[in-house]
């Protein structure tokens, strides 16, 4: 009797663009007439696919045309482990108590149980994604609707029409529009991504390094810029141009990445940024912010805070402007730069927020997601020291959560 022993052949292969763009390996192991495939982003364990064959010539021969097929997309062969995992900065901020003599009118708080940036807010819900890789939606009222467990921790949350995109530290933009979230996109290892936002298909994605990477709806790499600050904390675009703020200010560009547009120093460097149609918005480090005209980049006004921007939006067409700071404070002020109040949050600092039909939704270093009435008349209550009781929202025992497939 004799035993016959099938012999195991591994190949590897990794694509990788320097400057953006895909960061990717892909593995394709044969044992006899079995063919395991392993791919996924340099760093991370991936996915598995085995599939059996008749004999092991007929498995061969599949896993020379899966290795072909890659070689032609760019893949070449390379020793798994050389190139290191990709890195990733969790923003450290401080939250001081707020100074305001009042609190703000809260009418709900969710409390996620890590600090958040993520949020997003239209006419249906509200997302709320945080450090943890958990992603709630939630309703106006504050119901919990669902429950997304993503890998990684949760940068930001963006929409782009109607898709909702997740933004994680793992270096993949988790597209959250259908009922199981899924990787759109796959960012280099080498992007220590800080900030995101997606125009018409198209991902920008600012950096540690003070970088823009432009990527397209096929996940390929399109262009990159190299800034004259680092830690860029805003990137956003229209059709005109992709604005990116950092450490020196903000930086626009043409949308083809050709030429750069116009460059502004801003009052420190910037930690945070909003558009409008014509404007854009900077928060800075140095207590205040700051609206930039698109098209020249000319300051139009400054918005002055107690201490560090974290955060800022807008009403629509920015009749009023918002603001976060480091020492647990919301602010809000006219157009012309007028200070109209100053409010507690009741929590933590605002790390993000936006604003919608008369309320102003923040997410806080506590983790929380939270409601402020920012209606005139509640304000003025506020300042008189009424507030409505704050409700805490409760997770319901049978909420769906969804995963990566």
Not at 240 to 252: L, N, Q
Not at 309 to 321: D, H, K, L, Q
Not at 334 to 352: F, N, P, V, Y
Not at 367 to 389: M, N, R
Request: glycine share 10%; net charge negative.
């Amino acid at each position: 009797m004799s035993l016959l022993r099938s012999e195991t052949t591994t190949t590897y292969l990794e694509l990788s663009q320097e400057g953006g763009g895909a960061h990717k390996f892909y593995e394709v192991t044969v044992a006899g007439t079995v063919v395991t495939i392993r791919y996924g982003r340099i760093g991370a364990a991936g996915q598995t696919s085995t599939s059996t064959f008749p004999t092991a010539e007929k498995a061969r021969a599949a896993a020379a045309k899966k290795v072909g097929e890659k070689v032609r997309k760019g893949y070449a062969p390379a020793v798994q482990g050389e190139r290191a995992p990709r890195p990733v900065t969790r923003r450290q901020v401080a939250s001081a108590p707020s100074t305001a003599r009042a609190v703000a009118p809260v009418l709900w708080r969710f409390r996620t149980g890590s600090s958040a940036f993520g949020i997003h807010v239209d006419d249906d819900r509200c997302w709320v994604g945080n450090q943890a890789g958990d992603v709630y939606t939630l309703d106006h009222e504050g119901g919990v609707l669902a429950h997304f467990n993503l890998p990684d921790g949760v940068k930001c949350l963006v929409a782009d029409d109607f898709w909702i995109y997740a933004g994680c530290d793992d270096g993949r933009v988790y597209d959250l529009s259908s009922k199981l979230p899924f990787a759109a996109y796959d960012i280099a290892a080498n992007v220590d991504i800080f900030w995101l936002d997606i125009h018409e298909g198209v991902l920008d994605v600012s950096d540690r390094e003070g970088r823009l990477t432009v990527i397209d709806h096929e996940d390929e790499h399109q262009w990159s810029r190299g800034s004259q600050g680092d830690h860029a904390w805003m990137v956003r675009a229209d059709d005109k141009a992709v604005y990116h703020g950092h450490s020196r200010g903000v930086t626009a560009y043409a949308p083809d990445g050709g030429r750069e547009l116009w460059h502004t120093r801003t009052k420190g460097p910037v930690l945070f940024g909003w558009q409008e149609d014509t404007a854009v918005y900077a928060g800075t480090a140095h207590r205040a912010v700051q609206r930039l005209d698109k098209r020249s980049g000319g300051v139009e006004a400054t918005y002055g805070c107690d201490a560090s921007v974290y955060s800022c939006a807008t009403s629509p067409g920015g009749r009023y402007v918002f603001a976060g700071d480091a020492a647990s404070s919301v602010y809000c002020f006219d157009r012309d730069g007028t200070r109209l109040w100053k409010l507690g949050t009741g929590g933590g600092s605002a790390l993000s927020m936006q604003y919608h039909d008369e309320r102003l939704y923040l997410v806080t270093t506590d983790g929380s997601l939270v409601c402020v009435d920012a209606s005139e008349s509640a304000v003025e209550a506020a300042q008189q020291g009424t507030v409505p009781v704050a409700r805490d929202v409760k997770l319901a025992a049978t909420l769906p959560t969804y995963q990566p497939a």
